[in-house]
């Protein structure tokens, strides 16, 4: 991020995007050092503050014009109005391929490599520009730093760029489809915007939820352990507070929860955000966030003073239909039939009465094999 040497308004590139979808904390220091450089934090010893990852390709445009190829080389150590008109300039005019170009649509500028003509329906004409990455090297980031790109030539031509392509070292081309990377980068674009819009200088991004701290990794442990301390005092200071003014008729719970809005004044300080913008301030009027697994309890009315409410005779209430049972709806219930009752066993009959219960019994079916039915005798006559 930096200011825009034109009108000095705050504009952000690619490498801020990827700083805060990694740690917000660090973007946050970021922004907070550019608009007040002296808030008295200092940054890592021997670390260099975030730029630009993008690097002029002026080789890059003399081989494409030995080629034959129609270039257009932006000036990369012109004054950036001059390179955002030219490369404007370079796409109406269809050039075929443009270099060290600058694209910028509102607070979000970035630098471009290369853009690539090809065919196709825009604002500009028969033709669209798509971003290509020309650094030679692979970084788990350049599909997302090409979306940065793709979102800006969305704007200027009115076309989304069908997709994008890595150039790698031997001339291998990765061509990357759009469609499939846009909507990871539009999702942490809106986030990262929504931060931007509630940027306060008070209100710091919890350390403890970002991946790493950038070139602030002092100040980010400086912060996770006063919290730590505090709370571990602040929580001392409530026990003895407890003790001391404990009535004999309360026990220690109870005068807990009555001491709390009165103790959590120590704990003033900076606000933190936790993920989607949930503040865990420690301020007073509440329990603070590190409370642990302390949990609010009712206080009796004979705790607090007050006469104690009739006893109500409880009724016994029919329980409530379900909502699925009203009219209109129609829901399958599975009719679990009882179990079948297995049949009793006859009883035993004393032995010598064989002859009487063969009669008796049905006679079974007994299959004969197909061989015992032939004739293989002698007599046989075919």
């Known amino acids: 991020m930096y200011?825009?040497?034109?009108?000095?308004?705050?504009?952000?590139?690619?490498?801020?995007?990827?700083?805060?979808?990694?740690?917000?904390?660090?973007?946050?220091?970021?922004?907070?050092?550019?608009?007040?450089?002296?808030?008295?934090?200092?940054?890592d010893a021997g670390s260099a503050p975030p730029g630009d990852s993008a690097r002029r390709q002026d080789a890059v445009a003399e081989l494409l014009a030995n080629k034959g190829r129609h270039v257009m080389l932006i000036d990369w150590d012109a004054p950036e109005a001059l390179r955002r008109s030219d490369t404007l300039a370079a796409m109406r005019s269809?050039?075929?391929?443009?270099?060290?170009?600058?694209?910028?649509?509102?607070?979000?500028?970035?630098?471009?490599?290369?853009?690539?003509?090809?065919?196709?329906?825009?604002?500009?004409?028969?033709?669209?520009?798509?971003?290509?990455?020309?650094?030679?090297?692979?970084?788990?980031?350049?599909?997302?730093?090409?979306?940065?790109?793709?979102?800006?030539l969305h704007s200027v031509q009115g076309v989304l760029p069908p997709q994008m392509v890595m150039f790698r070292r031997g001339g291998q081309a990765l061509h990357l489809k759009t469609e499939d990377h846009i909507f990871h980068y539009r999702a942490v674009k809106q986030h990262f915007m929504a931060a931007q819009r509630e940027f306060r200088k008070h209100r710091m991004p919890d350390p403890a939820l970002s991946v790493h701290f950038g070139r602030w990794s002092a100040c980010a442990n400086d912060v996770l352990r006063q919290r730590a301390l505090q709370g571990d005092a602040h929580w001392q200071t409530q026990e003895r507070h407890e003790l001391a003014l404990t009535p004999p008729e309360c026990d220690v719970p109870l005068a807990r929860e009555r001491m709390v809005e009165t103790t959590d004044a120590a704990l003033q300080g900076l606000e933190f955000i936790g993920s989607g913008g949930a503040s865990m301030a420690f301020a007073s009027g509440g329990r603070a966030a590190r409370?642990?697994?302390?949990?609010?309890?009712?206080?009796?009315?004979?705790?607090?003073?007050e006469a104690l409410a009739p006893p109500v005779e409880t009724q016994q209430v029919e329980p409530l239909s379900h909502p699925l049972d009203a009219a209109g709806f129609s829901v399958a219930r599975r009719v679990e039939t009882p179990p079948r009752r297995r049949a009793p066993l006859p009883p035993a009959e004393p032995p010598g009465n064989d002859v009487d219960r063969e009669q008796a019994a049905p006679r079974r079916f007994t299959p004969v094999p197909f061989s015992a039915s032939l004739n293989t005798s002698d007599s046989f006559e075919g």
């Open 3 to 43: 200011l825009y040497s034109v009108d000095r308004t705050l504009t952000f590139t690619s490498e801020d995007m990827v700083l805060f979808k990694e740690s917000p904390f660090a973007c946050w220091m970021e922004r907070l050092t550019l608009e007040n450089p002296a808030h008295g934090v200092a940054p």
């Open 94 to 152: 269809g050039t075929e391929f443009i270099v060290n170009g600058q694209l910028a649509v509102g607070p979000l500028a970035a630098s471009s490599q290369l853009l690539m003509r090809t065919s196709g329906y825009s604002e500009l004409g028969n033709h669209l520009y798509i971003p290509c990455d020309i650094q030679g090297k692979t970084n788990r980031h350049d599909a997302f730093r090409l979306c940065f790109l793709a979102d800006l």
């Open 291 to 305: 409370a642990g697994d302390r949990r609010r309890r009712p206080v009796p009315p004979a705790a607090l003073g």
